[in-house]
């Protein structure tokens, strides 16, 4: 009898799986539910979710949906929440993609971009979901399947259409104030303390005979803060070159000091003494930033430098150098684009170039007229940011949310 | 042509950065991710280049026995000691006896005590720099203050003065931040588009 | 007037001394100091989002710093990942700072062995924890995530694949997580906070060091739900878990040190002062 009993339950077990359900192929946990609805028939299995929806996301090429659902407001309190399933076909093989909380009816299907993987959606392609209501008793109730939802992939990323607006004007400025430059029109900027002390703290170093040591931060070579760097370093060597004076170059990283010695052998080639540069004033320390800063340190103390510059990306070790360079009586010049640093570089330098300056710097010194015309674009870009930012507090004040919706960026 | 190929890669490789940010194409970011790669393997072969310099200018030193050379010979056997308990574990792999060690006892306790100079430093800068000299200089000094104070406990000042540093924090301060981001955001561009358009190409090693 | 000079010149070197001495003193007679913590709404806020979740609940934590500011770190990262252990939260751990991984695999042992002790639960790997590993380019990795996670991480720091960890089973990308936690001493925060809340609004908290704090104070209520910074927001924490550690331990120390450094301020400021105004009358 209990063996005819078994056969009766693995029957209707098969039975239960092999109709249709969205669970057939994925877990355990799922079969033995199905038991469960066989066995415990007295608690009902909870309410069906419907009006299945989904709408493509924008932006994307086509990869993500976001699928809808509705549920019986009566029945929230009997379900735990919700899982999703989607397939390529009503019949086909559904695959669970995540779950929501039972107060929640959309669910943000972001599939993967790459064929191999299993959850992988295709641009332009058909979808189907079933959302399967989970009952506070273990009890599973699927809906009936929802679809078919297309994804659309998009050639813009409308989101950023400020971006481009405003990259577009500030190019335009950019090339209409070089062609002014190359026109001969003059265009004044305003001096900056920091760059015109740079002949000043280069010459202080030759007549006390001493090195000039140059930092340029604990960036990479793709941080604009060290490119602007390697600019100004191209002029403080030639400089120096022409001073017949000691530069030190400690770097972080390998590609950096890569492109630096590249940098100072051009500068010293330039000046007319290719001779005199060596590979031994550009070398690498370590990318460990605290180990860099006790490199750096000693260096200071046993080679006092009369100069120092510190220019570029600089993190937390920006005051322990910079107060270090202080100790030894260092004249020194400091630039950053990291704002948190520049209170300490205020404080230990004799001379700190504040965010963008640092990046204008290289201009400053070579005076050439299409960098200066560059940084006039800059001076009419924040203009209009300016202009932007009193018409946005209007228009906030009033309630006008159309502007702030206008401008808004949506990666 | 020399001085030529660089600014037209230059160019290309930025328009090519500027079209990805706006269109969201899948191959687009392959290719976006294939500049990521080269970027690594790249870094690697420089790291070879930067340890091939440290070890050259350190042995040199050695070698001419320049003044405090020492510092030298502890530079290389630090270096070579931490490479070498790298690998004994074999490849891809750290999780040996010595470099845990190494890495525990050596490395992290000297590292957070330079972290720990900070506060020394802080100190010695904020005693020097704090002074009463101008109206701004006294703000500053007494925002300054505020902000120190508030992780001091001070009974039924604690409330008060934590209330008022955070409006320093978001108000004040905030406006300064956001005037020197706006700039930097504004250089950064401009920046771009200069190497972009190869007006600066200091760091190709030319005027 | 020369005394005046004296100090307003004071060799920064005492000033090293002074502040090492009643550090060292406060941190060794720590037994016999009690510092009040008054507890601030942002670490509250916290603890609070913790406490209100269900057994089972994920959270993604980042441990984004590497050794030189695991001192001031550590403590906050053990508070928060005790509490989630206390309350049967499943921890995904992740490093995107260089060095960060072996520090990482350590701390995440240790907690859980602690939290045995402490609470008699039994945190176990995989299916309570797991830590993902490190990659490099974290706004890049940031991104990735929250496509899925195993664009970047497709196996776990000790090279099992992340479907054959039952804990990461159904989870893909932050969706699936019910928050994230990123405690971090560098720009990685920044980026948490423009690639990871901007682009995929999922529930952000912070936690950085005493110096970064005041960056992310204006991203409260909006791009961030909570801040824990430095050993001030740790020792917070640990009061709101009712489990005194590292952070209260070293709170008198914290607060001498700040105390002396307005003390040294108020100084400057007198001989400053005072000595202007004997040059003025002497003028």
Known sequence: ?411 | MKRRVPLIIVFCVSLFMVIQYFVPLDSLERVYRSFLDYTIIIGVFALLLGIWSLCRVNYDKIKRKSENWQYAIITLTGFFIMTIAGFLSGWGRTDNYLYQHLFSYVLVPIQATMFSLLAFFIASAAFRAFRARSLLATLLLISGLVIMIRFVPLGFLSEPISDLAGWILRVPNMAAKRAIIIGVGLGAVATAFKIMLGIERAYLGRD | MNFLNRIVALDRRWVFLFLFVVVSMAYLLRNYFSVDITVTKEVKSIYDFIEKRNEGDKLLISFDYDPSSLAELHPMSRAIMLHCFRRGIRVVAVTLSQYGAGMVEEILREVAAEAKEAYGVDPQYGRDYCFVGYRPYPAMVILGMGENFRVFFPRDYYDTPLDSIPLMQGVRNYDDVNAVIGITSGTTADFWIVYGNARYDMPLALGVTGVMATDYYPYLGNAIFGLIGGWKGAAEYEKLIDRSADANAGMPAQVVAHLTIVLFIMIGNIGYLLSRKSTNAVS
């Open chain 1, 1 to 411: 009898m209990r063996h005819l009993l078994r056969l009766f339950l693995i029957l209707l077990l098969a039975f239960v799986v092999d109709g249709q359900s969205v669970y057939s192929q994925e877990s355990d946990p799922v079969t033995s539910t199905a038991d469960s609805v066989a066995t415990e028939p007295v608690t009902p299995p909870p309410a069906s979710a419907f009006g299945l929806a989904g709408e493509d996301m924008p932006n994307d090429n086509g990869h993500k949906l976001r699928v809808k659902w509705q549920y019986p407001a009566e029945a929230v309190g009997d379900i735990t929440g919700f899982e999703i399933w989607r397939a390529t076909s009503p019949t086909g093989e559904f695959r669970m993609l995540g779950q929501a909380p039972n107060d929640y009816f959309e669910y943000l299907d972001i599939g993967n971009k790459e064929t191999p993987a299993p959850d992988f959606m295709a641009n332009n392609s058909d979808f189907f979901y079933k959302v399967v209501a989970i009952g506070k008793n273990g009890l599973r109730t699927e809906s009936e399947p929802g679809g078919p939802f297309r994804t659309y992939g998009q050639w813009f990323h409308r989101g950023k259409t400020p971006v481009l607006v405003g990259v577009v004007l500030f190019g335009c400025f950019t090339f209409y104030f070089i062609r002014a430059a190359k026109k001969g029109k003059e265009l004044y900027v305003r001096p900056l303390a920091g760059i015109e002390a740079v002949d000043e703290a280069i010459g202080r170093a030759t007549e006390m005979g001493k090195p000039t040591l140059y930092i340029l931060g604990i960036g990479t070579a793709s941080e604009i803060a060290t490119i602007a760097s390697f600019a100004i370093l191209g002029r403080v060597a030639k400089k120096i070159a022409e001073y017949q004076t000691q530069l030190i170059v400690p770097c972080y990283d390998a590609i950096v000091m890569s492109i630096a010695q590249d940098v100072v052998r051009s500068s010293y080639l330039q000046a007319g003494r290719p001779d005199q540069y060596s590979d031994d004033m550009v070398y690498f320390v370590t990318n460990a930033q605290f180990a860099y800063v006790a490199g750096v340190n000693g260096i200071m103390m046993r080679q006092r430098p009369a100069t120092n510059f510190y220019l570029g990306y600089f993190a937390a070790e920006s005051l322990i150098l910079a107060e270090t360079g202080n100790s030894i009586g260092a004249i020194q010049i400091a630039g950053t684009d990291q704002i948190t640093q520049i209170p300490f570089f205020v404080v230990a330098c004799d001379y700190t170039l504040i965010g963008e300056e640092l990046y204008a710097a290289s201009a400053y010194l070579g005076r050439d007229p299409l960098l200066l015309g560059s940084l006039k674009a800059e001076d009419w870009g924040k203009g209009i940011v300016m202009a932007l930012i009193v018409v946005g507090v209007v228009a906030t004040i009033f309630g006008w949310d159309g502007f702030r919706e206008l401008i808004r960026v949506n990666l």
